[in-house]
């Protein structure tokens, strides 16, 4: 079983197809990745694709139905939900020619993953074996309740993970390193246009907090740089785009709620001067108005792959700079942000309020801490030594004191 990327009718939907060997679509495995995850992001749709693939790789190895087992008996037969489970720990490529004896399992965050999405498959299988059956068949009632049970008991399986993110965002050091790398034009080894193109994506990341989908679906018009009122300050805006037909294979989606975030009169000048020439081959001046695009011809919108290469490329060449990436770039923004608040005297409500709005979560959200670890452990060494600094002057006035 392999999977084909479609085009949905529509202004930039796609869908997943499960093939199998000769290139022919699994009817039963495609009407769940067609219809039932129609509205989840493309790369969402793609990773729950593959657990179904996993799991109907498990069911084929046995020789069995899947939708017969769970509606009928509900994976009670032998040891079959025990191997299921050990088969949804396991990774799907092969190994090795020689089976080990303990093989390695994925991680636990990864295995709830497989086993959310067996939840809902089974849950679509138990519909479609239910929908076969006229109404007040006695067997629906039963069909319920095995569902039931088996969802019931693969939730219970689930593995405990930790509820907070170890990401920090980068120091104050490291950031001077990485400015300093890209004020330099050859030293990452591009050319005059592609280093300015790679600065201002790099400074947009780090200087609004912005996600990779949010960066990569951006559009020049949505960029507020230019032609300013008095008084008006620069910004972009992050919106879903359901309005320029997108030509990138992996299309980027918006994943927090679309906002205006005002930048500063520098990087709105970066804008207008990588605007100039982003518009000068005439290739480019035909492409969907997206506000990054490739180097090269056609000049297509810049696709999730090239950005990640930019990435690599830069902790090729900057040494300590590990797990660097758009994500990383976010939780320095923020750790930023939460540095002057914390020095300027900011209320927590303040601080809520602001960071919401500008990260795209709900007013209530908390989110936001965890996205600020660096700068938290900071001001935790901080308020410790003025702590450890009046006990140590405590414990002085006290020895030298007349008795």
């Not at 020049?220 to 972009?236: D, F, Q, V, W």
């Not at 090239?306 to 994500?327: C, D, M, Q, V």
């Not at 923004?333 to 919401?356: A, C, H, P, V, W």
Request: proline share 5%.
């Amino acid at each position: 079983m392999q999977i084909r990327k479609v085009r949905k009718d529509g202004v930039n939907e796609t869908g997943c197809l499960v093939i199998d060997s000769e290139g022919v679509p699994i009817d039963k495995i495609c009407r769940y990745t067609l219809v039932e995850l129609s509205g989840h992001a493309d790369s969402t749709q793609e990773n729950i694709t593959r657990h179904i693939i996993h799991i109907e790789t498990w069911a084929a190895q046995l020789g069995i139905d899947l939708e017969t087992e769970v509606s009928l008996s509900g994976l009670n037969g032998g040891e079959l939900f025990t191997s299921l489970l050990r088969h949804l720990e396991r990774y799907s490529e092969k190994q090795s020619v020689v089976t080990p004896i303990v093989p390695k399992v994925v991680d636990p965050e990864y295995f709830n993953q497989r086993i959310d999405a067996c939840v809902n498959y089974f849950d679509f299988l138990s519909g479609r074996a239910i929908g076969k059956r006229r109404a007040g068949d006695p067997m629906i009632r039963n069909i319920e309740v095995l569902s039931r049970r088996v969802r019931s008991r693969l939730k219970r399986r689930k593995r405990r993970v930790s509820a907070s993110s170890d990401v920090q965002g980068l120091s104050p050091l490291m950031q001077a390193t990485l400015y300093k790398g890209l004020s330099n034009p050859q030293y990452f080894g591009w050319t005059s246009r592609t280093a300015l193109r790679n600065k201002l994506i790099i400074r947009l990341l780090y200087e609004t907090g912005i996600r990779k989908g949010e960066l990569l679906s951006l559009t020049i018009e949505n960029c507020r740089t230019s032609k300013l009122a008095p008084g008006e300050r620069p910004y972009i805006r992050t919106m879903e785009n359901v309005k320029y037909e997108d030509p990138r294979t992996d299309i980027p989606h918006e994943k927090t709620r679309g906002r205006i975030i005002p930048i500063s009169n520098d990087l709105a000048e970066l804008i207008e001067e990588y605007k100039v020439i982003r518009s000068q081959p005439q290739a480019a001046r035909k492409q969907k108005p997206f506000l990054i695009l490739a180097s090269k011809f056609p000049y297509l919108p810049l696709s999730t792959s090239a950005l990640n290469g930019i990435f690599e490329t830069i902790k090729k060449r900057i040494p300590g700079l590990e797990k660097f990436g758009p994500h990383r770039l976010r939780h320095t923004f923020f750790e930023n942000l939460d540095r002057m608040m914390y020095r300027e005297g900011y209320s927590d409500t303040q601080k809520k309020k602001i960071k919401n709005t500008i990260g795209g979560w709900t007013p209530t959200s908390n989110m936001s801490d965890q996205y600020e670890k660096l700068a938290t452990m900071e001001q935790c060494v901080e308020t410790l030594s003025k702590y450890h600094e009046e006990l140590e002057a405590s414990e002085t006035a006290i020895m030298t004191s007349p008795m």
